[in-house]
């Protein structure tokens, strides 16, 4: 079974966000030079509730989805300067479980509930200053918008071009200007966030064990 979530974008360029039940091959193999290292240690970071990264035995990158009360929302890693202007952003994953994972819809209205738990690409010009030690300002995270995965069972690819019309800021604002700021600010972050509904990265849990693993990112 195989469910296809097409993203129809100007110029008649598509985005696809694909779901499959069928299980990737034992390792996904680098095919660019923009292909990023998976390894846990101390590469990526992750803002949660709960999780640990660890790689798997065949090279993934993965977590386990915490239980109610906790959730995962971000996970990153820094772009070095020497990727230059980044062009796009591709990523496998996967989710393996049982059992169903939500999003946390505390403190959202009632709009904003409706919806599976989804995963989304994501830049982010951090700054180390504010809440947490980083800088929260609206105009320095974007997320890809309108692609997104759903965090079902199965296999997720994510390719999103970093054009300013296929993404949106904190309060689903899209301007070219910031956005190019923020691409071409240093240190750049880029990853995955877990959320559902219009809070895209406001966490996600699962009501049983269930694994997100990352089995390719890449840039170009």
């Not at 971000?74 to 939500?102: D, M, Q, T």
């Not at 079902?152 to 296929?166: E, K, S």
């Not at 910031?178 to 699962?206: I, N, S, W």
Request: net charge positive; charged share 15%.
């Amino acid at each position: 079974m195989r469910r296809l979530i097409l993203c129809a974008l100007m110029l008649g360029t598509l985005c696809l966000a694909s779901v499959s039940a069928h299980r990737l091959p034992t390792r996904v193999q680098a095919r660019e030079s923009g292909q990023l290292s998976l390894l846990a240690n101390g590469q990526w970071g992750i803002l949660n509730g709960g999780a640990v990264l660890y790689n798997t035995s065949y090279g993934a990158l993965a977590f386990d989805f915490p239980g109610p009360g906790r959730g995962v929302n971000y996970l990153y890693r820094e772009l070095g300067a020497s990727f230059g202007r980044p062009l796009g952003l591709h990523v496998v994953a996967s989710v393996w479980g049982s059992v169903e994972i939500r999003h946390d819809v505390t403190g959202e209205p009632a709009s904003c509930r409706p919806g599976p738990a989804t995963v989304r690409l994501f830049v982010w010009a951090m700054r180390f200053t504010g809440p947490w030690g980083f800088d929260w300002s609206t105009g320095l995270r974007w997320w890809s918008n309108p692609a997104y995965g759903e965090l079902t069972n199965g296999r997720i690819v994510l390719d999103v071009p970093l054009d300013w019309r296929y993404w949106s800021s904190v309060y689903g604002e899209r301007d070219a200007t910031q956005f190019e700021k923020v691409l071409v600010d240093r240190p750049l972050m880029v990853g995955m966030t877990f959320g559902g509904g219009c809070a895209f990265g406001h966490g996600v849990y699962a009501n049983g064990a269930s694994q997100f693993a990352v089995h390719e990112f890449r840039v170009y």
